[in-house]
C-alpha cells in the first residue's frame, strides 16, 4: 500500500499541482491537520475537494489552526476526524486531532489531561490498537516534538499511548522546524514538515515491510 501524506498545507493550495502524479496512484491519502489557517469547515472543504479530485481515499484529522467545525466535518465527510477509525487492506487508523496548548490562542486544542481520557476511552472501544496514528500532535520527547531543536512540547499521554499499544506508524505534525524520522520502541514515526513548503512524506506500507521516504 502508498500512502502520501501531507500535514500543516495552512490553506495552501499552490503545491498541489506539483504532485499530482504522486496523489493519483496512492491507495491512501492522509493530512495529518491545519488544513486550513484559522479556517472553518468551508474553508477546509476547500483544500480537501481539491485533494480529492485526484484521489477519493483520504482520512484526515483538524490541527489546532482548524477551527473545532473542521472535525465535524470531517466526520459527516467520513474523512475521519479525532477519535475515529478508518480501515484499508487491513490497516486499521485512528484519528488524533488539535494539539496541547501553544503560546499563542489557536481554536482547536486538548489539555494533557484531556488527551490521557481521550486515549484511555479509545483503549476501552477498539478491539484491538490501530496499526497507524494520523495525530497533529507529536509524541513527547522525540525528534519531532523539539521547538528551536531544544524544548520537547510533545504529548506525554500520546507517548504513554505509543508505547503501551504499539501501531507501527505514527504520522504527525504540528512542529514545523521538526521534520524528520524517529522512533518510539518498535514504533515509526514522521513528521515530513508543512506542506504549505512543498515537504511531504510517501509510505510503503504492508503485511512485512515500512519505508518512508521525505521530499
Known amino acids: 500500500m502508498i500512502i502520501i501524506a501531507l ?3 495552512h490553506g495552501a493550495l ?12 496512492a491507495d491512501w491519502v492522509f493530512l495529518g ?3 486550513t489557517h484559522f479556517g472553518g469547515a468551508s474553508a477546509a472543504a476547500d483544500v480537501i475537494n481539491y485533494i480529492r479530485k485526484m484521489n477519493s481515499a483520504v482520512f484526515a484529522v483538524a490541527g489546532n489552526c482548524d477551527e473545532p467545525e473542521v472535525d465535524a466535518y470531517l466526520g459527516a465527510e467520513n474523512l475521519g476526524g479525532h477519535g475515529r477509525i478508518s480501515q484499508k487492506r487491513g490497516l486499521t ?13 489557536t ?7 484531556e488527551y490521557k481520557v481521550f486515549f484511555s476511552r479509545m483503549e476501552g ?8 496514528l494520523v495525530s497533529h500532535q507529536p509524541p513527547w520527547r522525540t525528534n519531532l516534538d523539539k521547538v528551536w531543536g531544544m524544548k520537547h512540547v510533545g504529548s506525554r499521554s500520546l507517548r504513554n499511548y505509543i508505547e503501551r499499544a ?5 504520522f504527525c505534525g504540528h512542529i514545523h522546524e521538526s521534520s524528520g524520522c524517529d522512533t518510539i520502541g518498535d514504533t515509526r514515526l514522521v513528521n515530513p514538515g508543512p506542506f504549505r513548503h512543498g515537504k511531504y512524506a510517501r509510505i510503503c506500507f504492508d503485511e512485512d515491510t515500512l519505508e518512508i521516504e521525505l521530499f
Not at 472501544?125 to 497507524?132: F, G, L, V
Open 7 to 9: 500535514t500543516d498545507i
Open 14 to 25: 499552490s503545491h498541489l499541482e506539483q504532485i499530482e502524479r504522486e496523489l493519483r496512484a
Open 33 to 35: 491537520g491545519d488544513i
Open 93 to 105: 487508523v485512528l484519528g488524533v486531532g488539535g494539539s496541547l496548548p501553544v503560546p499563542v490562542f
Open 107 to 113: 481554536p482547536n486544542t486538548f489539555s494533557e489531561d
Open 125 to 132: 472501544a477498539m478491539d484491538s490498537p490501530p496499526d497507524i
Open 166 to 170: 504499539a501501531p507501527r506508524l505514527v
